[in-house]
């Protein structure tokens, strides 16, 4: 059974810094893994989905590596802005079509 | 942008009563899904739903929960007798099809927050 662990639960950096953001899966038969933001009492706006056969997907500020043998994913948030606040979540899917496993999220807080 | 909607927004019931959360997925999208998120906890899966018929479901999705698609454009989430542990946030995801292969990506809706009294 997949799990999904981010940590820390929470970050707090000023702004301007870079933010690293980990994931961690125990099953690395993973065939997908879909970063996630969520702002308070909102639903969840995809940020990157990064297939098993690749290692890392870009999308301006942003950029996410997998690394299916240690487990791990990373999201990099370049020049943090208070506007990046939020939670991130990632989900790890285990087949085409399959369900995501998520993890418990970081939140974020760029402070101005 | 196409984007998945819900309602409603928040819907508070007595235990005990039938609750239907509705869902209106992306245009075009083929598999639709239902998590939910109880306060403080992480998003879990209930079911995924593809082709009229249910395609995978969780040990939390049991007798009291039911999903439909009524028509071409809304999919339904059922809950027969709410409980109080049914309270959480409801998200509707939903996820298409391009040509022949199944993009992977899961676009979800903003939820409706359901509080069983």
């Known amino acids: 059974k997949q799990e999904v662990t981010q940590i820390p639960a929470a970050l707090s950096v000023p702004e301007g810094e870079n933010l690293v953001l980990n994931c961690s899966f125990t099953?690395?038969?993973?065939?997908?893994l879909q970063w996630f933001r969520q702002d308070p009492g909102k639903g969840l706006t995809s940020l990157l989905l990064i297939q098993s056969s690749q290692r890392e997907q870009t999308s301006g500020r942003l950029n996410a590596s997998l690394d299916k043998s240690s487990g791990r994913s990373t999201l990099y948030i370049a020049a943090s802005q208070p506007g990046d606040s939020a939670t991130y979540l990632c989900?790890?899917?285990?087949?085409?079509?399959?369900?995501?496993?998520f993890g418990g999220g970081t939140r974020v807080l760029v402070k101005p | 942008e196409p984007e998945v909607t819900q309602t409603p927004s928040h819907q508070v019931t007595q235990m005990g009563q039938e609750v239907i959360l509705r869902c209106v997925p992306i245009?075009?999208?083929?598999?639709f899904y239902w998590y939910r998120q109880i306060l403080g906890q992480k998003v879990e899966f209930l079911v995924s739903?593809?082709?009229?018929?249910?395609?995978?479901k969780s040990e939390i999705f049991d007798d009291q929960f039911s999903v439909e698609r009524p028509d071409g454009s809304n999919f339904t989430l059922k809950i027969r007798s709410t409980k109080l542990e049914d309270s959480a946030m409801y998200f509707c995801?939903?996820?298409?099809?391009?040509?022949?292969?199944?993009?992977?990506?899961?676009?979800f809706g903003p939820g409706t927050r359901l509080t069983v009294l």
């Open positions: 989900a790890g899917g285990k087949a085409a079509g399959n369900k995501l496993t």
């Open positions: 245009s075009n999208h083929l598999y």
């Open positions: 995801a939903s996820r298409e099809r391009l040509a022949g292969r199944l993009s992977d990506t899961q676009y």
């Open positions: 739903f593809y082709n009229n018929e249910i395609s995978e």
């Open positions: 099953d690395s038969a993973i065939y997908n």
